[in-house]
């Protein structure tokens, strides 16, 4: 009797992510996303379907995003955050997040950074950089002026 484990979902809570562009121009999502280096036979720019089991819906809740240019960490984050990534279809992603933008290099009130709201469809590719994204934000609550 053979079987297989699958997981369908994995969950976190107050995490650390990042997000790193490397020195190649690359982003560290490109894995995630399923994204390679490869080329389609078709000439569309799509990658063929993957044939592995697709990863399980992932989440993040009250968690901190980090954005890094390599190994440097910029001053720019994203803080309370709830963040989900899944596949609707294996090449078809979406993403929810909610969270509150944050600087490190500068004293600001947290109340006067407003919330983002983010949602999003993008669709597997060859590079993140050419993956279609449809992409509906909002950012309120956020003060503009002194």
């Known amino acids: 009797m053979a079987g297989r484990l699958e997981i369908s979902r994995i969950s976190v809570d107050e995490a650390s992510l990042n997000l790193v562009r490397t020195a190649s121009g690359r982003w560290n999502l490109d894995t995630l996303l399923g994204n390679s280096a490869g080329k389609s036979g078709d000439g569309s720019g799509l990658l063929p379907l993957p044939r592995k089991v697709p990863l399980p819906y992932l989440e993040a809740t009250n968690s901190r995003i980090n954005i890094k240019n390599g190994s440097e960490k910029l001053p720019f984050s994203l803080v309370e955050t709830d963040v989900s990534f899944w596949q609707e279809e294996p090449g078809d992603w979406r ?46 609550e956020a003060q503009l002026g002194s």
Do not use: K, N, Y
């Not at 109340?111 to 994204?133: F, K, N």
């Open 95 to 140: 993403i929810r997040l909610r969270g509150q933008p944050a600087r490190t290099d500068v004293s600001l009130d947290l109340a006067d950074t407003g919330i983002v709201r983010l949602e999003a469809s993008v669709r597997r590719t060859v590079e993140l950089r050419q993956m279609p994204v449809h992409l509906d934000l909002e950012w309120r």
